[in-house]
T-cell receptor
Framework: AQKITQTQPGMFVQEKEAVTLDCTYD???????LFWYKQPSSGEMIFLIY??????QNATEGRYSLNFQKARKSANLVISASQLGDSAMYFC??????????????FGSGTRLLVRP | EAGVAQSPRYKIIEKRQSVAFWCNPI?????LYWYQQILGQGPKLLIQ????????DSQLPKDRFSAERLKGVDSTLKIQPAKLEDSAVYLC???????????FGPGTRLTVL
């Protein structure tokens, strides 16, 4: 079964420090994509970073990096130099092909990050 | 490039009433999605359109929810009658195709009293 698991309901981090948000996934498909989204209190889903299952290197986008460990089926998000504006919900998601042969996005339950000044 | 537009942003109704949400995807995007996000959970796909045809509506509660995408552009999602457990944020997303990344709208926050 396709599944995304985020085991940290909430996290605190001190401003300017780094933080790691955990994500594990389960799929039998050889080809899949992993995403991280940020959802501020305003509600919109903001794309942060993407990792393809065949990508050899870990993805990076500015202060965001994805620690992809394929054998462990984990795709943790690392935010470096945390800022107050990073306080939000963070969702890990996986894109795989469904039984109807169309691609679908499956989300985890999210982690609420609070950055302390 | 304009993003995905949704309206209204907020809606409060009483149970057993009807409600409709509207979504205008990014121009040229063939695939449109409606997600339901209950408080404290990740978004759950309700229905997926490819142009004006339904690709997947397996998680749409069809006894009360309906959706259409006339002319393969705008889409409406309707709930009739609403229940308390329908309180959620309804997110619309679009992509060039189902193999492309999705872009999300700002969502409609529904409260059912």
């Amino acid at each position: 079964a396709q599944k995304i698991t985020q085991t940290q309901p909430g996290m605190f981090v001190q401003e300017k420090e780094a933080v790691t948000l955990d994500c594990t996934y389960d799929t039998s498909d050889p080809s899949y994509g992993l995403f991280w989204y940020k959802q501020p209190s305003s509600g919109e889903m903001i794309f942060l970073i993407y990792q393809g299952s065949y990508d050899q290197q870990n993805a990076t986008e500015g202060r965001y990096s994805l620690n992809f460990q394929k054998a462990r089926k984990s795709a943790n998000l690392v935010i470096s130099a945390s800022q107050l504006g990073d306080s939000a919900m963070y969702f890990c998601a996986m894109r795989t092909m469904g039984r109807d042969s169309s691609y679908k996005l499956i989300f985890g339950s999210g982690t609420r990050l609070l950055v302390r000044p | 490039e304009a993003g995905v537009a949704q309206s209204p942003r907020y809606k409060i109704i009483e149970k057993r009433q009807s409600v409709a949400f509207w979504c205008n995807p990014i121009s040229g995007h063939a695939t449109l999605y409606w997600y339901q996000q209950i408080l404290g959970q990740g978004p759950k796909l309700l229905i997926q359109f490819q142009n004006n045809g339904v690709v997947d509506d397996s998680q749409l509660p069809k006894d009360r929810f309906s959706a259409e995408r006339l002319k393969g552009v705008d889409s409406t999602l309707k709930i009739q009658p609403a229940k308390l457990e329908d309180s959620a944020v309804y997110l619309c997303a679009s992509s060039l195709s189902d193999r492309s990344w999705e872009f999300f709208g700002p969502g409609t926050r529904l409260t059912v009293l």
